[in-house]
C-alpha cells in the first residue's frame, strides 16, 4: 500500500501539472478523445467476445477483465496525443516505464488483479449455482412456488452486489499480504516541546544504535511507552539501588525506564549482540525498539485497532491493557504532531539569502514529507513545470566546492554561507562543462547571485524528473519561504 501511495505522490503532481499546461480546448479534445477511444473500444471488444454468460467463471472473469481494459486503453491514447505537445507527459510516460523495468510493483498489482478476476468470477459461479439449484426446487412446491422464485432471484442479485462491492477490498487486502517491498519510513527525529531533554536525548541515542543494526524505531512511539510505563521518573542506573518497589521497579520485578522483565531485555539484547544493562537508559531504549518491532509489534503506521491488539496480546510486560496501549498510541501521535508544528513554525531569523532558482521556479516537495522511495524528504526540491533543466545561483556570499555524489545525487555543490550555514545543491550536473565553478573538489569564493550552474537533465537512479534538491547539509528544516523571489 505504501509503495502506490508513494507511486501516486509522484504520479500525482505531474498529472496536475499537466492538466495545468493545458488550455480549455486542450481539454475538450481531452475529453473527446479519451471518450471516442472508449466508445471503439468498447463496442469492437463486447462485438468480438462471446457473448457473457451469468454464473459461467471463464466467461464473467473475462468480461470484467475486458472492461477494466477498455477503460485504461483510452489513456495510452491519450498519451501519444500528449506526448508531442507537452514533454512531462513522456517524463510521466518514462516513469512509469521504469516501474515496469526496475520494479516488481507492476507485476504484483497485475497478479492480485488477476487474481481478483478468477475470485469474481468463482464467486458469480456459486451465486448462480445455489440460486438455480434453489429455484428449481421452489418451483415444485406447491402454493409458495410462485413467491419464492422471485425472491430467490432477488436474493441472488443482492449477493450479486456484494460480491463487486467486496473485490477491491479483498484486492487491497491480498495486495498487503505480497507487497514486494515493504517500505521503511525512518521518522524525523525532533523533540516535542513537552518532552523531557534529558529522556529524548537517551532515546535518540537508543535509536541511533538500533538504526546502525537496521532496525528504524519510532521516537514518539518510544517516548509515550515510557510516559506508560514510568510517567516523568527518569531512571538512571541510581533507581537500581533504592528500596523497591519504587517508581522504577515493579513489584512483579519490571525494571528501568521502559519496565523490562530481565529475561525480557536479555533475550532481544542478545538477539542484536547489545552490550549494557537495561539501568542504562539509552541501552533500554535501544533494546526497547528491538522489543516492540520484533515481538510486540506495533508501529504508528499501523491502526489504532490493530496497535491496540497487538499491544495487548503480543506485549509480554504490558499485560493486557487495551486502554493503556489506546493511550500510548495517541500520545504517540500528539507528540509527533507537536514536535513538528513546533518546529515548523520557528521565528525565522531574517536571512539573507536569496531563491537560487530561476524565479518561475517553485518547490515541488516540502521538506519533511514521506518519499515514495521509503525515506522522509530532507530538504525542499526545486522544479520548472515541464521539468527542464535550469541554471542555479548561490544564494548567499560564501565559499563553494563542487563534488561528484554518484549516480543517484549526480554532481553536489556544497555552499558555506558567510553567515555559517551550510547547504547542498544536490543533483547537480556530472559533466563539468555545465558547472561555472572550478570542479576540483576545493573551495571558492562565490558572490550572491552568481551562476553556479545546470542542474542535472532528467532522472538520476533515486529521483525523478529534473530538479534541484536543496537541502541543509544536516538534513534539518528547510522550506522555500527562507528564500524570498526577488
Ligand atoms: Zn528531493
Not at 34 to 42: E, K, R
Not at 53 to 78: K, M, N, Q, T, W
Not at 165 to 185: H, T
Request: glycine content about 8%; overall charge negative; charged content about 15%.
Amino acid at each position: 500500500m505504501d509503495k502506490i501511495q508513494k507511486t501516486w505522490a509522484i504520479i500525482w503532481p505531474i498529472v496536475k501539472s499537466i492538466f495545468k499546461l493545458l488550455g480549455v480546448w486542450d481539454r475538450l479534445e481531452v475529453l473527446l478523445i479519451y471518450t471516442i477511444i472508449y466508445i471503439l473500444a468498447s463496442v469492437i471488444l463486447k462485438e468480438v467476445l462471446p457473448k457473457k454468460r451469468r454464473g459461467e467463471v471463464f466467461s464473467e472473469a473475462l468480461h470484467l477483465f475486458v472492461d477494466v481494459f477498455i477503460i485504461i486503453i483510452p489513456f495510452i491514447g491519450l498519451y501519444y496525443w500528449l506526448k508531442e505537445k507537452i514533454p512531462l507527459v513522456v517524463q510521466l510516460g518514462s516513469y512509469i516505464l521504469s516501474l515496469t523495468k526496475v520494479d516488481e510493483l507492476v507485476a504484483t498489482v497485475l497478479k492480485v488483479f488477476l487474481v481478483c478476476i478468477i475470485a469474481f468470477g468463482i464467486a458469480r459461479w456459486v451465486i448462480t449455482l445455489c440460486s438455480l439449484a434453489l429455484q428449481k426446487f421452489a418451483i415444485e412446491l406447491p402454493y409458495v412456488g410462485d413467491i419464492a422464485v422471485p425472491l430467490i432471484r432477488v436474493v441472488e442479485s443482492i449477493f450479486f452486489v456484494l460480491t463487486v462491492l467486496w473485490l477491491p477490498f479483498f484486492g487491497l487486502s491480498l495486495y498487503k499480504q505480497v507487497d514486494p517491498y515493504p517500505v521503511v519510513i525512518y521518522d524525523v527525529i525532533i523533540r516535542p516541546p513537552e518532552a523531557n531533554e534529558q529522556v529524548w536525548e537517551y532515546i535518540e541515542e537508543g535509536i541511533s544504535n538500533a538504526q546502525e543494526n537496521g532496525m528504524d524505531c519510532n521516537p514518539y512511539l518510544l517516548y509515550s511507552l515510557k510516559v506508560y510505563e514510568t510517567g516523568s521518573t527518569v531512571c538512571t542506573p541510581i533507581w537500581s539501588l533504592r528500596p523497591r518497589p519504587n517508581e522504577c521497579a515493579s513489584y512483579a520485578g519490571a525494571l528501568g525506564m521502559w519496565q523490562f522483565l530481565p529475561e525480557t531485555f536479555q533475550r532481544n539484547a542478545d538477539r542484536y549482540g547489545v552490550k549494557g544493562n537495561l539501568w542504562k537508559p539509552a541501552v533500554a531504549a535501544e533494546v526497547a525498539c528491538y522489543f516492540i518491532n520484533d515481538e510486540v509489534q506495533i508501529s504508528l503506521s499501523q491502526t489504532r485497532e490493530s496497535f491496540i491488539n497487538n499491544f495487548a496480546y503480543n506485549g509480554l510486560i504490558w499485560n493486557r491493557d487495551p486502554d493503556g496501549a489506546g493511550v500510548v498510541y495517541d500520545r504517540a501521535k500528539a507528540l509527533r504532531e507537536s514536535a513538528l508544528e513546533n518546529y515548523k513554525s520557528p521565528e525565522l531569523e531574517p536571512t539573507e539569502y536569496i531563491w537560487p532558482a530561476p524565479s518561475n521556479a517553485f518547490v515541488w516537495y516540502q521538506w519533511g514529507v514521506d518519499m515514495w522511495y521509503g525515506q522522509t524528504h530532507n530538504g525542499i526540491d526545486i522544479a520548472i513545470g515541464g521539468l527542464p533543466a535550469f541554471q542555479v545561483h548561490a544564494l548567499a556570499n560564501g565559499q563553494a566546492r563542487y563534488w561528484d555524489g554518484g549516480s543517484c545525487n549526480a554532481g553536489v555543490i556544497t555552499l558555506r554561507t558567510s553567515q555559517g550555514d551550510e547547504f547542498h545543491y544536490v543533483h547537480m550536473e556530472r559533466n563539468s562543462s555545465k558547472i561555472f565553478i572550478p570542479t576540483d573538489g576545493g573551495w571558492h569564493n562565490v558572490t550572491q547571485g552568481q551562476a553556479l550552474g545546470f542542474i542535472h537533465n532528467g532522472n538520476t537512479t533515486c529521483s525523478v524528473g529534473s530538479h534541484l534538491h536543496l537541502m541543509f547539509s544536516d538534513g534539518s528544516y528547510i522550506s522555500g519561504e527562507m528564500f524570498p523571489k526577488k
